[in-house]
C-alpha cells in the first residue's frame, strides 16, 4: 500500500484522509512538525514513504536524495522556495503547491496586521497587562496610503479590503495586471516611488534571486518617515537587522511580520523586544476554510498523479520531470 506523510497538519482530521485512504493510500502524520526543520529528522520520518503533504519544513537536496522512494511533494500553500526543486528533477520527484486557495486568508490577516499596528495593540495589550493604559492617539487608516509591493492573487485580494477601508491604494509589480488596477483605480509606480510615498507599504511576492533583502537599509531609508512595513510573503524579502535598525531609530513607527529569515524565529533575535513590531508564526494563509481546500488540492494531486493524471497548473517542476512515473 502506497505511504503518504502529512507534515503539514498532526492530527489525523481533515478532508485528506478519507480522500487518500479510499482512494488505497495509507496515511500518517508528522506528531511534531516543527521538528522536522531538522534534516536528519526529516529523513527517518520520511523514509518509507511515496508521497508528502508538506507544510513550510525546508526540503533540501541533503535530504531529497536520501529518499529514495519518494515521489511526490505536495506543498500546501503557493510557496516552494523550501524545496530544492533541482534536487527533485535529479531524483525525479514531483513538486506541487495549491494555487488559488489561500489568498483570501492572507489579505485578511494582512490586514489584521496593519491594523493592530496601525493602532498600537503590542503597546496597549502589554499596557493592560501591567496595569498601565496606555491612551496615545494614533493616525487614522482611512485616508492613509497603501502601498501594496506584489499585486498578484494576495495583492489584490488585499487591495479591495484596503479600499473598502477608505484607503488609497498604490501598487508595484514587476508583471502588473493593469486590467485591475485600472478596474480599482490603483496607481502604478516604481517601487521606490511607492516607497516614499506609502503610509503603509505590504509584500507580495514569491522568493526569488532577484527578491531576497528587497528591503534592505536603502530601501527601509526610502520608506516614508513613520510609516509601517506588513509583510506576510516571505521573510528572505527582508533585511531584519536593516529592520531592526529602522525600527530602533524611529524612522518607522512599526512592523507587522508572519514570516522571518529563519523559521521559526530565533528567541534572542532583536525584534522580540521592539514594542511596536506584532509577530505570528506563518500562518497567515491559515483559516478553517483554506485549511480545508489546501488539504483536499493537495490530496487530490497526489491521487491524480498515482493513476496517471496530470495537473499540470499545480506542478511547479514540469521541465525536470517530464518523464515521471509514478
Not at 523550501?82 to 483570501?104: M, Q
Amino acid at each position: 500500500m502506497p505511504q503518504v506523510l502529512c507534515t503539514a497538519l498532526n492530527t489525523e482530521s481533515g478532508p485528506h484522509f478519507p480522500l487518500l485512504r479510499q482512494a488505497g493510500f495509507d496515511v500518517t502524520v508528522a506528531e511534531n512538525p516543527r521538528s522536522l526543520f531538522q534534516p536528519d529528522i526529516l529523513v527517518k520520518t520520511a523514509r518509507e514513504v511515496d508521497a508528502v503533504i508538506a507544510g513550510s519544513e525546508p526540503w533540501p537536496r541533503q535530504v531529497i536524495e536520501q529518499l529514495p522512494r519518494l515521489r511526490v511533494l505536495s506543498r500546501t500553500g503557493v510557496g516552494y522556495d523550501a524545496i530544492d526543486l533541482a534536487a527533485c528533477d535529479d531524483h525525479k520527484v514531483v513538486v506541487a503547491t495549491t494555487p488559488g486557495v489561500n489568498h483570501h486568508a492572507v489579505a485578511e490577516h494582512t490586514l489584521a496586521l496593519l491594523m493592530g499596528v496601525a493602532r498600537g495593540f503590542p503597546e496597549r495589550d502589554q499596557g493592560v497587562r501591567s496595569g498601565h493604559w496606555v491612551r496615545v492617539s494614533t493616525p487614522r487608516v482611512m485616508g492613509r496610503t497603501l502601498g501594496l509591493v506584489g499585486l498578484g492573487r494576495i495583492g489584490q485580494a488585499v487591495a479591495t479590503r484596503a479600499i473598502g477601508l477608505g484607503m488609497q491604494v498604490i501598487a508595484y509589480d514587476p508583471f502588473p495586471n493593469t486590467l485591475f488596477a485600472q478596474q480599482w483605480k490603483i496607481e502604478l509606480l516604481p517601487l521606490d516611488d511607492l516607497l516614499s510615498r506609502s503610509d503603509y507599504v505590504s509584500l507580495h511576492l514569491p522568493a526569488t534571486a532577484d527578491t531576497k533583502h528587497l528591503m534592505n537599509a536603502s530601501r527601509l531609508a526610502r520608506m516614508k518617515p513613520g510609516s509601517v512595513l506588513i509583510n506576510t510573503a516571505r521573510g528572505v524579502l527582508v533585511d531584519e537587522a536593516a529592520l531592526n535598525d529602522a525600527l530602533r531609530s524611529g524612522h518607522l513607527r512599526g512592523a507587522g511580520l508572519d514570516v522571518f529569515e529563519t523559521e521559526p524565529l530565533p528567541l534572542d533575535s532583536p525584534l522580540l523586544q521592539r514594542e511596536n513590531v506584532l509577530l505570528s508564526g506563518h500562518v497567515a494563509g491559515l483559516d478553517d476554510e483554506s485549511q480545508h481546500d489546501t488539504l483536499t488540492m493537495a490530496a487530490d494531486t497526489i491521487i491524480q498523479l498515482s493513476r496517471g493524471g496530470w495537473p499540470e497548473e499545480r506542478i511547479r517542476n514540469l521541465s525536470g520531470i517530464r518523464d515521471w512515473k509514478w
